[in-house]
């Protein structure tokens, strides 16, 4: 699976957008780009997971640039409950494929 | 919520101890994870199970034994822990795409 480069933390006000970056320039044509979060102590929660479209849920969105080297979480309305560890991950979509997590941005959330 | 359940959620044990970590779902998956999270460090995975069969260990010494009896449960038996072995100890399930995780289980090892 494919290496991802995110930066260490983040701050963020409440009630704004939060733009979280990730670099993944050795991403192969298979892979998609998933997000999770780990709030402190709990197991990690699902966020959103894209290929080559932007996609968005009720928690996210996920821009992915067109060569696909690097992607952005956004967080349209940012919450104290959003301070949290995220996690950009790239794997192949199959059966028992595992996610290699790296450290993560920490993201606080201030009001 | 996520459908996936672990119990205990706190263990502490001595090193002589020998005691079992439980995980199950409750989500149709056919896939099944155990994840280590030592403090400060990322996850780290230890074991997969496809199907009730292990298709990864990921050099995890033998004091660890983990146990799929079918696709809904998943074990961790363990014997002779190290004090560096105190830890969150995290299952997942998934089908191919997102897994989800259970609570954790904080294991502290004296």
């Known amino acids: 699976d494919a290496k991802t480069t995110q930066p260490t933390s983040m701050d963020c006000a409440e009630g704004r957008a939060a733009n979280l970056p990730c670099n993944h320039s050795?991403?192969?044509?298979?892979?998609?780009v998933y997000w999770y979060r780990q709030i402190h102590s709990q197991g990690p929660q699902y966020i959103i997971h894209?290929?080559?479209n932007n996609e968005t849920n009720e928690m996210a969105s996920l821009i992915i640039t067109e060569d696909r080297k690097s992607s952005t979480l956004i967080l349209p309305h940012a919450t104290l409950r959003d301070t949290a560890v995220y996690y950009c991950?790239?794997?192949?979509?199959?059966?028992?494929?595992?996610?290699?997590f790296g450290a993560g941005t920490i993201l606080r959330v201030k009001s | 919520e996520t459908g996936v359940t672990q119990t205990p959620r706190h263990l502490v044990m001595g090193m002589t101890n020998k005691k079992s970590l439980k995980c199950e779902q409750h989500?149709?998956?056919?896939?099944m994870y155990w994840y280590k999270q030592s403090a400060k460090k990322p996850l780290e995975l230890m074991f997969v199970?496809?199907?009730?069969?292990?298709?990864e260990n990921n050099s995890v010494p033998s004091r660890f034994s983990p146990e799929c009896p079918n696709s809904s449960h998943l074990f961790l038996h363990l014997h002779t822990l190290q004090p560096e072995d105190s830890a969150l100890y995290l299952c997942?399930?998934?089908?191919?795409?997102?897994?989800?995780f259970g609570p954790g289980t904080r294991l502290t090892v004296t």
């Open positions: 997942a399930s998934s089908q191919e795409d997102e897994q989800y």
């Open positions: 050795t991403i192969s044509g298979n892979e998609y």
């Open positions: 991950i790239v794997r192949v979509e199959e059966y028992g494929n595992k996610l290699v």
């Open positions: 894209g290929l080559k």
């Open positions: 199970y496809n199907f009730k069969e292990q298709t």
């Open positions: 989500l149709g998956h056919n896939a």
